[in-house]
């Protein structure tokens, strides 16, 4: 059986290690991809420091760049040779942070040209998260192909994307802007502001401002806010704020885990899984937790939002890439240990951590 390397977490907060692991053939409509390129999300440390949802050892990493070196007999879209990106999470075959990945074809997209694979390992977890939580969570269509001139029945209601800053509300922003929405509201630091309203936010409040909960119920109008996505998903730093803002017949999404405490070099992190529990929810508001891993419940995203919207709306630039900061090192542990400790430290702002994989990628 051949093996290769991959980054696992082993114990709740030690180092990462590498472990190996089967190289699996791929299946019927399986590609086997050699992994270029990933990007860090907070998920790793959840699992790391909170061993949130893990069982040790477990290979982490959910984004991937790179190129197909093995298919299926049933594939249809994908060949050896193909350049390609996705969002694929669900077994230790399919994780990002390994020299190979084996996965279905449908969990992977085509690399438009004129794009490098940094760009594009920012996009598929965003990407996939706000398609599922606009739909699943907050009840929005996003139908597809958009028919020309097709704007939604409340086109000029308020929607607030808490976060607008991070990975996945930069996304959301620019999502509902596609799909036609004219007043997102956005929070983030003061320092992102102009850059939020290029991407489509209408009004930007800064989330540190004691008053930003009135500054956005004024903005709201008199039907409030009805529709808040909280990117962020933060016990005091989001939550709190929204639970205020959200009155009868509102709906929250909230990104789960809530965050009850961040993980820091002294203290380890708490997290809760119940958005019902964690703050005082006024009458009447419908509050939801976002699961993006259940997204292909729904069979046409499952077959179309990967594979197709997402280089799709690349291409025609109605997406762009997030900002990258590339994580240098010498090997695959160096630089999978420093972007976790980046994440600890909460370096990246309104930027994605970018690491190259594969060691042998690099001597070709
Ligand atoms: N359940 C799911 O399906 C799912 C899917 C994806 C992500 N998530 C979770 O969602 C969370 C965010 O993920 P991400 O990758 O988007 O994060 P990220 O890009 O790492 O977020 C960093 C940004 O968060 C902003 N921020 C921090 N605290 C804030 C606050 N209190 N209010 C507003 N903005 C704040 C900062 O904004 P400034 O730079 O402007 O200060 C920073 O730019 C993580 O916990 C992740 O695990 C869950």
Redesign the pocket.
């Known amino acids: 059986m051949s093996t290769h390397s991959a980054v696992a977490t082993v114990a709740k907060k030690v180092p990462l290690e590498i472990i190996q692991v089967p190289t699996t053939t791929p299946e019927a409509q399986q590609v086997r991809l050699r992994v270029e390129w990933t990007a860090s ?3 790793d ?2 699992q790391n420091d909170g061993a949130l949802l893990v069982k040790h050892p477990q290979v982490l990493g959910d984004s991937v760049a790179g190129t197909v070196v093995e298919a299926g007999s049933e594939t249809k879209r994908l060949r050896v040779g193909d350049k390609v990106f996705g969002f694929t999470w669900k077994t230790q075959a399919q994780k990002a942070y390994q020299e190979f990945c084996t996965t279905d074809e449908w969990l992977l997209a085509k690399l438009p040209e004129g794009f490098t694979p940094m760009e594009a390992v920012t996009l598929p ?2 990407f996939v ?1 706000v398609f ?2 606009l739909t699943t969570d907050l009840g929005l269509e996003t139908p597809w192909p958009k028919p020309d001139n097709y704007v939604p029945d409340d086109a000029s209601s308020a929607i607030l994307v ?8 930069q996304f959301a922003i620019q999502i509902l802007r596609y799909y036609g929405y004219t007043n997102i509201l956005a ?3 003061q ?2 502001h102009e850059k939020l309203r290029i991407l489509g936010a209408h009004k930007v409040f800064e ?1 540190n401002n004691p008053d930003v909960v009135e500054s956005i119920l004024k903005s709201g109008g008199d039907r409030g806010v009805p529709l808040i996505y909280d ?4 016990l ?3 939550i709190g704020p929204i639970a205020k803002l959200a009155k009868k017949g509102a709906k929250v999404a909230i ?3 809530v ?1 009850v405490r961040d993980s820091t070099d002294t203290e380890d992190p708490e997290y809760e899984m119940d958005v019902g529990k964690v703050a005082e929810w006024n009458y009447g508001v419908d509050v939801r ?5 259940f997204y292909q419940d729904n069979e046409f995203f499952k077959h179309h939002l990967q594979p197709e919207i997402m280089p799709t709306l690349l291409k025609d630039g109605v997406v762009t890439p997030q900002k990258q900061r590339i994580v240098e090192g010498a090997t695959l542990l160096e630089r999978a240990q420093k972007a976790m400790d980046m ?1 600890r430290r ?1 370096e ?5 951590l970018v690491w190259r994989v594969s060691d042998a990628y690099l001597v070709q």
């Not at 990246?348 to 994605?352: D, F």
């Open positions: 999300t907070p998920l440390l959840h977890n965003n998260t599922h939580s808490w976060g607008g800053s991070s990975s996945v509300g929070t983030a630091s320092k992102h989330y990117c962020i998903g933060s005091k730093g989001s990104l789960l885990p965050v937790g976002v699961r993006t891993h994440l909460k990246a702002s309104m930027e994605r």
